[in-house]
């Protein structure tokens, strides 16, 4: 099995900077893949941005393209959400996930496994 726990959510203002981290632990050999999703109020889940583990490949939502950047650290076994000049419409909780698939949607949540509880990010 794999645990994710996602820290560092909060309230920001719009054009500021916020990063998001997600430490993994167990299994995680058995995963290639980790994304972000969020859910924002009344709406369905997103796919925000994930990263290939095994060589950083790196994916974005149009949405997010230019603002947001994923990283790894491998010797933390840790994934990044860099939030730069976030907006208002990027208020959600936001949930870190990993999966184990040679599927090329990486931001597709059915490819996904095992996820976090979740952290609110609220932009104003």
């Known amino acids: 099995d794999v645990q994710l726990v996602e820290s560092g959510g909060g309230s920001v203002q719009a054009g500021g900077s916020l990063r998001l981290s997600c430490a993994a632990s167990g299994y995680t050999y058995n995963t290639n893949r980790m994304g972000w999703f969020r859910r924002a109020p009344g709406k369905e889940r997103e796919g925000v941005a994930a990263i290939y583990t095994g060589g950083g490949s790196t994916y974005y939502a149009d949405s997010v393209k230019g603002r947001f950047t994923i990283s790894q650290d491998n010797a933390k076994n840790t994934v990044y959400l860099q939030m730069t000049s976030p907006k208002p419409e990027d208020t959600a909780m936001y949930y870190c996930?990993?999966?184990?698939?040679?599927?090329?949607?990486?931001?597709?949540?059915?490819?996904?496994?095992?996820w976090g509880q979740g952290t609110q990010v609220t932009v104003s």
């Open positions: 996930a990993a999966g184990r698939s040679f599927y090329s949607d990486y931001l597709d949540e059915y490819e996904y496994n095992y």
